[in-house]
């Protein structure tokens, strides 16, 4: 019977509409698959980890220096409350203090062939926000070695401005500048004693003269005019520099920071609009496939009513043609759905592979959004497809 | 199985005057097991309305329908569709062929529609070579002519067990010598199930031996 009731069902339809619905829905299909896996791509982009420099970043913020505050030299420094406000910002990892000397600092040149003199200041701030990694940054009481690292854009100026502008001045490497020693003089509080600096690397991530922790401490007891300074800098570990809520928390607080790292946070508020309008043409594109479903499956129906009621006038149950119809309509929408989602699960892994040539890291195989929408929309058209034969049949 | 016709007026024909000469529209009427029925009719008297009334095919009348007692319009879908499988058959005079089934498969559709078929596929050929369409067999409903579609009709509606066969001028596209043919055939697929049928035609016969003849 089934055979037969295939035949008359079949007829009813006419090869060229059922062709065409079929085409139209697997436009649909595709659509809508093809959305939320782009918008699951497009979240990988901007959250993965594979596409951030690095898996955090540091920010080094200081309060601007305006002419109506450049006098002040106390109220452009981070008081407890400044601190403890960012530190409770959610883009805010961790935080910490840049501490400066409250001596005077000298350094000069132990060399006659190179000799240079220069007052100085040092600054330090915990080890965990330093980007050099030396066993000899380390400084116990008593040592008269002191470690320093420099900002390496220091010897850049250097060895590209100062060393080239004057006939008698080297240019230097960093293992040459690391093997000078240096004569840094301190002084404070009717007091003053002699040490050697060496430099024992450069810094990208803070511009400062460092010296560990441990000695800036000591030194401020000992030399300080004031012991434990108010730092007129922070650094900050944040997940993602580009955070539009991080810029405008600065921008409110009138504080600086690198603007280069921050300054992509424009293309990211562009990138999120794309977001937002692809994921409204998705939705859109979703309403439009379940029409064509609907249209599809009543259509499908409507076409060969005569027949579904001369089959019910002839004794065939509800029951009966019901699941035939089910069986008529439910295994091409399955067909059409694992097409489609075969289809880009192909597309994802080609497109992958050609963005992996510029640097652009995504998942080569379908999300997991992709089946579960493929899975939902199967939902929808199982409940379309039931309610639409149900209303054909007489009950 | 009983199918009683309570004071039945189809509202096309409520205004009639022969109405009230009526041994069917407007009276109690009830067949019952195993009884052949023969409803002469006029045309335009409501022959055709009168089986799709019994059959559930129309609903705009007063009065009640009753298979076995019950209330028709009160039988849900699934119940109608176990008495057309199992306890009541028909012929329709406009014949209700699938147009592009074959006339086997519209015979062969109505055969294995439910669960346990009645007969062996074997037996359609053998009625149809009974009524001299066997050639046509294999042959699409919609290109045979209406006395050979007629004749498919007929054996469809004895591919099923029945308690009642209702037909609708079975004959009306067939000559004498096929009718007697076909009447022959009605008769001894009757006798087998101990089945009754209402019958309706224009004219007076004596094709079968029936119980009531009565005039609508």
Redesign the interface.
């Known amino acids: ?1 089934t055979l ?2 295939r ?2 069902i079949r ?2 339809i006419g090869k060229l509409r059922f062709w065409m619905a079929i085409t139209g829905m697997g436009v649909a299909v595709l659509f809508i698959l093809l959305a939320v896996q782009l918008h699951a791509d497009f979240n990988q982009l901007l959250h993965g980890k594979n596409n951030a420099n690095e898996t955090a970043d540091f920010l080094v913020i200081n309060k601007k220096v305006t002419p109506q505050n450049q006098g002040q030299k106390e109220q452009n420094v981070f008081t407890e409350t400044d601190i403890k406000e960012l530190q409770t910002q959610p883009f805010t990892e961790s935080i910490g203090k840049l501490a400066t000397t409250s001596f005077k600092v000298s350094v000069e040149s132990y060399s006659a062939a190179m000799p240079f003199y220069s007052d100085a200041y040092f600054e330090s701030v915990p080890d965990e926000f330093i980007d050099v990694k030396s066993e000899e940054w380390k400084w116990s009481e008593g040592q008269r070695d002191i470690p320093v690292i420099i900002p390496s854009f220091f010897l850049d100026l250097y060895n590209t401005g100062m060393a080239m502008s004057q006939e008698n001045l080297p240019q230097l490497s960093l293992e040459a500048i690391m093997a000078i020693p240096i004569k840094v003089t301190v002084q404070g509080n009717n007091q003053a004693a002699e040490f050697v600096g060496h430099v024992v690397g450069q810094s990208d991530r803070i511009n400062s003269i460092l010296i560990p922790q441990t000695f800036m401490d000591w030194a401020n007891k000992q030399y300080g005019y004031r012991e434990s300074p108010k730092p007129n800098r922070v650094v900050i570990k944040v997940k993602d520099p580009s955070d539009p809520a991080l810029v405008n928390y600065l921008e409110k607080k009138g504080w600086k920071t690198n603007a280069e790292k921050t300054r992509f946070n424009r293309i990211r508020k562009i990138v999120n609009g794309v977001v937002a309008v692809t994921g409204g043409i998705g939705l859109v594109l979703l309403l439009f496939g379940l029409l064509v479903f609907s249209l599809f499956i009543q259509l499908t129906i409507a076409s060969c009513k005569t ?1 579904i009621e ?1 089959l ?9 043609l019901e699941r035939f119809l089910l069986k008529q309509f439910l295994p091409q929408n399955i067909i059409l759905i694992v097409l489609a989602l075969l289809f880009i699960a192909i597309l994802q892994w080609v497109v992958t592979g050609i963005l992996k040539t510029q640097q652009i890291i995504l998942n080569p195989w379908l999300a997991v959004d992709t089946v579960i929408a493929a899975l939902a929309v199967l939902a929808v058209v199982y409940v379309v497809n039931k309610q639409t034969i149900s209303r054909y ?3 | 199985m009983t199918i009683s016709l309570q004071n039945i007026i189809p509202v096309p024909l409520r205004d009639k005057p022969q109405l009230q000469q009526s041994e069917i529209w407007n009276r109690q009427v009830d067949f019952n097991d195993g009884e052949w029925v023969k409803i002469k009719a006029p045309s335009g008297t409501g022959k055709t309305t009168l089986v799709h009334i019994i ?1 559930q ?1 129309r609903s705009d009348f007063t009065g009640k329908v009753l298979y076995d007692n019950t209330d028709v319009a009160s039988i ?3 119940v109608i ?5 199992e306890k009541m058959s028909v012929i329709f005079q406009d014949m ?1 062929l ?1 147009a ?2 074959t006339a086997y ?1 519209n015979i ?3 055969r ?3 669960n346990t078929s009645f007969y062996d596929a074997a037996v359609i050929t053998e009625m149809a070579e009974q009524l001299g369409v066997q050639h046509i067999l294999h042959q699409k409903a919609n290109t045979c002519s209406y006395g050979e579609q007629q004749r498919i009709a007929i054996i469809r509606a004895l591919m ?1 067990p029945f308690k009642w066969l209702i037909m609708d001028e079975p004959f009306s596209h067939l000559d004498k010598e096929n009718t007697l043919k076909a009447v022959a055939l009605i008769t001894r697929e009757c006798k087998k199930r101990n089945a009754g049928f209402v019958l309706t035609d224009l004219d007076e016969d004596n094709y079968f031996a029936y119980s009531r003849q009565l005039v609508l």
């Open positions: 019977m037969l009731l035949k008359i007829s009813g027949d001369l019910q006038t002839l004794g065939t149950s509800p029951k009966q049949i007489k009950k | 059959w095919l849900k879908a699934a569709a176990k008495y057309r499988q209700r699938f592009n089934l498969e062969e559709l109505k294995t529609m439910s099923q």
